[in-house]
């Protein structure tokens, strides 16, 4: 069974950073691409960014491009989202999403129980 355990949001100052972590579990993580969803409060799910499975190909919103970085460590089975700059409009719970098929992006088919990141003065 996948499961997906993010850490490291919390409450930050604007223009602050934050590193999220999401920790695989089960042996086909560096098979996968990996994607970091959020949700701001009252809004739908937006997506951030993206990873193929060997780390080489990253894809970011434009809202996002040029403060955050995703990357994985696939010996350790985990996924990371470096937020730099941060702004109160990246208010949200963060999510990491692994697709049901490998060689694809999406369909996400697992997900994580999501972490807070909450940017505020």
């Known amino acids: 069974e996948v499961q997906l355990v993010e850490s490291g949001g919390g409450l930050v100052q604007p223009g602050g950073s934050l590193r999220l972590s999401c920790a695989a579990s089960?042996?086909?993580?560096?098979?996968?691409?990996m994607t970091w969803v959020r949700q701001a409060p009252g809004k739908g799910l937006e997506w951030v960014s993206s990873?193929?499975?060997?780390?080489?190909?990253?894809n970011y919103a434009d809202s996002v491009k040029g403060r955050f970085t995703i990357s994985r460590d696939n010996a350790k089975k985990t996924l990371y989202l470096q937020m730099n700059s941060l702004k109160p409009e990246d208010t949200a719970v963060y999510y990491c999403?692994?697709?049901?098929?490998?060689?694809?992006?999406?369909?996400?088919?697992?997900w994580g129980q999501g972490t807070q990141v909450t940017v505020s003065s």
């Open positions: 990873i193929n499975s060997g780390g080489g190909s990253t």
């Open positions: 089960g042996s086909t993580f560096s098979s996968y691409a």
């Open positions: 999403a692994k697709p049901l098929w490998s060689g694809f992006y999406y369909p996400y088919g697992f």
